[in-house]
């Protein structure tokens, strides 16, 4: 199972002895998991149980489920057809179905008597809600996987921009030298290791190989359910080697690519943060 969205909202209902009642879950990105419900005054237990059914489900987001009688609502849709008037959610509408919510019109079943009944269909709605989160989750992983392939092609075009930058800062360090009136032995053992010192500091090959790594570890994660955080995790990551190159970079082709990638680092930062 894949990386899935947690953007989603599923929806059922359920006939109970004397009542017909919606049940309704959406979820938006956030760290961690919030879950608020929403239902009957009647049910005062309602709360905690759905809470519990939904963590066995969900491990990011806000969640905000909410309970309805469906009878209420669709009386006041039957007295605005009589009335002329098209039901819509404005301010004083939401209003009117949140006192529906909390002061049913129709006597409700206790909760243990429902409780069965209710459960299934909240099971009913978070399946709907993951199956919604999963769609947009594939079509994010698909975003990314494009993005991941661009930035491999960025990586490759640092590397070969750099390939030769050690030997143009051991030689310029040469000719300076020299050109301070100072004759180095270039076969002396101390002269040699302090030159190649100096130019690995311009040799980008640690944080090439780091950037792949990363890159495949981050396809390889868009594969696995519950991956956002470790995605997010790999994005600092892959922004840290980026910078890195960009410190050390000596040609102004290498210069722009660090510029594009750290943007490109962006756009796949702000798609993470929707990932469970």
Known sequence: MAASSMTGFGRTEINLPGARLSVEIATVNQKNLQVSVFGPEAWPALESAASGWIRTRLQRGKVTARVTQAAALDELARIALLCGMKLTADGELLLRLAENTRRPSVALPDFIEAETAVRTAFEEALQNLVVMRQAEGAALAKDLNERLAKMSDMVAGMEEAEKAAPIRHRDAMLKRLKDAGLNLDVSDERVLKELTLFADRADITEE??????????????????????????????????????????????????VLEAKTEIERVREQVQNLE
């Open 208 to 257: 090439v190989v780091r950037l792949k790594s990363h890159i495949a570890q981050f396809s390889r994660e868009l594969l696995q359910p519950n991956s956002g955080r470790k995605l997010d995790f790999l994005t600092q990551e892959l922004l840290r080697e980026v910078n890195t190159i960009g410190s050390k970079a000596s040609e102004i082709a290498t210069t722009k690519l």
